[in-house]
Every structure is written in C-alpha cells, then in structure tokens.
C-alpha cells in the first residue's frame, strides 16, 4: 500500500527537493504541495494524505495551528503529522508535540533517514528517540502549562508504570526487559494506555506523561 505524503512548506525549492526524494520511492507518493498552514490543513482533507511532512515556519497560520487542526478533525485521524526544523526553537518544536505531531526532523536529514521516518510514522509509531525524550522534549513540557494535568482513574497501576518508561524515551524491547514480560504485552499496555488518554500515537504519550508529572525532567531511566 502507498502511503500518501503531503508537502508543507513555504520553500518552493524544497518541496522540490522532497517531492524528488519521496517520489524516488516506490512505497510513496507525494499527493500535494501546500505553502502556507492553511493550504496544509485543506489539502489534508481533499488529498486524503497520511503523512504530512510540516514546517513550523509558514506564512499566516503556523505548522502549529495547522498541526492542531489536522489533529483535531475527526475527518483526519488516521493522518500523522511530522514535523521539519531546523532546531533554531525548542520551544516551537514541542509547541508542536503538543498540538498532535507524531515527531520531527531537522531539515539537513538524511535522504534515506527521511524517508524511513515517514515510513514509521504512517505506520502508527512515533519518532522520538530516547535522547530526544530525555533532553528537548523533557526540558519543555515540564515546564509549567497552566497546571498538570490530571491522571485517569482508568489507567491501571501497569499502564502507568509503562506509560512513565515510555515518557522516558524507552523502546518497547527495553520496557519488556525491565519489566519481565514479553514485548508483545508491552505493546499491549501501551496501546491500552494510549486509548484511555486520547493519545493518538506514541509521541502524544510522552506529552501525556510530562504534563501529569509522571515523568520530569533528571527522572533517571
């Protein structure tokens, strides 16, 4: 099945650039080009993407908000957001997390990392290495937001314990490890975990797990 890739990005030449690349691959399709956030957002409906490809830095609306618009439509759930920075802002890359992007990459990626990124993040995972986790990530979402958020009752005694090793940047190999049980049933709670919280993949869990307080910033794995 191809997965469909949506270009965001105020860059013509880099769109470009990207649309040759991915276009390059058998196992995806570049479905549109947008310049601005508002352009993202539309065509994430009418092109019908999987996977848009976001920059942060766009003329009138922002990667963010048109993140947080792609996220919050109903219309769009099975579509996952990766965001592209250049790093200059943590602060705008977690903004991003925040709003429902599934990871992000710097511009200067390699081809072949690029295209594995949108490859995993069109497959429901994330892309958030443990150092990112443990270093951008952790500094900015436990920074004050207005309050923590509030734990679910729902949440067993285990899927907090795993959803506080997943906000520590550990894989599920690494969880089932620590935990002594198979990495089958850690995906298991994982997936349960991020059903009760409204996550919609693995990187919405990791904010989850800053913003209740499940895991703070020096938290040691």
């Given at each position: 099945?191809?997965?469909?890739?949506?270009?965001?990005?105020?860059?013509?030449?880099?769109?470009?650039?990207?649309?040759?690349?991915?276009?390059?691959?058998e196992?995806?399709?570049?479905?549109?080009?947008?310049?601005?956030?508002?352009?993202?957002?539309?065509?994430?409906?009418?092109?019908?993407?999987?996977?848009?490809?976001?920059?942060?830095?766009m003329?009138?609306?922002?990667g963010?908000?048109?993140?947080?618009?792609?996220?919050?439509?109903?219309?769009?759930?099975?579509?996952?957001?990766?965001?592209l920075?250049?790093?200059?802002?943590?602060?705008?890359?977690?903004?991003?997390?925040?709003?429902?992007?599934?990871?992000?990459?710097?511009?200067?990626?390699?081809?072949?990392?690029?295209?594995?990124a949108?490859?995993?993040?069109?497959?429901?995972?994330?892309?958030?290495?443990?150092?990112?986790?443990?270093?951008?990530?952790?500094?900015?979402?436990?920074?004050?937001?207005?309050?923590?958020r509030?734990?679910?009752?729902?949440?067993?005694?285990?899927?907090?314990?795993?959803?506080?090793?997943?906000?520590?940047?550990?894989?599920?190999?690494?969880?089932?490890?620590?935990?002594?049980?198979?990495?089958?049933?850690?995906?298991?709670?994982?997936?349960?975990?991020?059903?009760?919280?409204?996550?919609?993949?693995?990187a919405?869990?990791?904010?989850?797990?800053?913003?209740?307080?499940?895991?703070?910033?020096?938290?040691?794995?």
């Amino acid at each position: 099945m191809t997965v469909r890739v949506l270009l965001a990005d105020d860059q013509a030449l880099l769109r470009a650039t990207f649309r040759l690349l991915i276009d390059s691959d058998e196992g995806l399709e570049v479905v549109g080009e947008a310049a601005t956030g508002q352009e993202a957002v539309a065509l994430a409906r009418d092109a019908r993407a999987d996977v848009v490809l976001m920059d942060i830095r766009m003329p009138g609306m922002d990667g963010i908000e048109a993140t947080r618009r792609i996220t919050a439509d109903e219309d769009l759930a099975g579509v996952r957001v990766l965001v592209l920075t250049t790093f200059e802002t943590d602060e705008l890359v977690v903004a991003a997390l925040r709003a429902g992007a599934s990871g992000f990459l710097g511009k200067g990626v390699d081809p072949e990392d690029l295209l594995q990124a949108v490859r995993t993040v069109a497959a429901g995972e994330s892309l958030l290495s443990p150092a990112a986790t443990t270093s951008l990530i952790g500094r900015f979402l436990a920074q004050p937001q207005r309050g923590h958020r509030e734990l679910p009752v729902e949440l067993t005694a285990r899927e907090r314990e795993i959803t506080t090793l997943v906000g520590r940047g550990m894989s599920n190999a690494e969880i089932a490890q620590q935990l002594v049980i198979s990495t089958a049933t850690a995906k298991t709670h994982i997936n349960r975990a991020m059903m009760k919280v409204g996550a919609r993949d693995r990187a919405q869990l990791v904010v989850f797990a800053y913003e209740t307080g499940l895991v703070t910033p020096g938290t040691p794995q």
